[in-house]
């Protein structure tokens, strides 16, 4: 680790994390999270209002955890990088004032940035230089996109995107349908695991007709439903429904349509990387089958660990870290909350 290379803290608030991160060049010194998932279990889906009253309470005291795990003190610190959007508006302007606060006090530079580009850069803190151009899959219970990078800090492309529901959104309405708790993707995973991919439920935009106009694009609602009613049907009959091969078969359903599409991506293409991010990426099911899927198709994949895939302040830190070190421009300080960023603006407020 050189001295030389930027200090970086970034704040992520676009959901229910409070993340802060500390990366010096691509190597992560910190990456203390915060969460309010708990707050929002008895819910079933993140409230925004209370997302945005655990961001401010839990601001300060993970912005000291981060620093006091990375051993260094604010005045150490290069520049702030904060998640400008997407995300949830409450939420997202609490992390950007706290960053524009930080910013003023320290005479720090500022970068706010776009959360999806974030998930792709996360992957240097583990992999090493983010191979370029590469296809990103990113898969999250807010977002489900694909997504071409040429350059993480100046040049993304979308290919696709969720039409209706994304991924981890699905995963966890399933889960409430088959009477699993919240956030219902890791206990789909586990459940899984104990059954048999024995019901063929129907892959979302995937027929002749839907690829010409939906070539990259994603539908998980149809699958939903279709999981739903097959289980009213089963319950009709007074039948035990078989939860774990509901789930299995569910989530065959869902990895095959992300890793099939992902790798028609890099095929058309011409792109030989497919770096995979966001909470659905720890799913056990669409890390094997990618990795099948892309062993065979010659192409490079990686996924970052777990703890980096959903979200968190290193990926923020890791991104703006870039930035700083490609010499983009920082952003002024009345850079905005954007909680519809478009993906193609990896940085918000730079004039
Ligand atoms: O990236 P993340 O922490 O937050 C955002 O939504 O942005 O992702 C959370 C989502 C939830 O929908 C959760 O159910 C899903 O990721 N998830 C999983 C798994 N672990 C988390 N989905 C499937 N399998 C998993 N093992
Ligand atoms: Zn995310």
Redo the contacts with the bound molecule.
Sequence with gaps: MSPDQPLVLGIET????TGIGIVRGTTLLADAVASSVDEHARFGGVVPEVASRAHLEAMVPTIHRACADAGIALRDVDAVAVTAGPGLAGALLVGVAAAKALALALELPIYGVNHLAAHVAVDQLQHGPLPEPTVALLV????SSLLLVRDVTCDVTPLGATIDD????A??KV?RVLGLPF????Y??RSAADGEVVIDFPRGLSSTRDLQRHRFDFSFSGLKTAVARWVEAREATGEPVPVADVAASF?EAVVDVLTRKALDACAESGVEHLVVG???A???R?REMAQERCDSAGVELRVPR?AL???NGAMVAALGAELVSRGRVPGLLDLPADSSMPVTDVTAGVR
């Excluded at 999250?140 to 977002?143: L, Q, T």
Aim: charge should be negative.
């Design positions: 676009s959901c229910d994390e999250s219970g807010g977002h994304a991924a981890g959104e995963f966890d889960a956030p219902g993707g890791p789909i995973d989530q966001g909470g659905v720890a799913n056990s669409l777990p895939c959903t979200d």
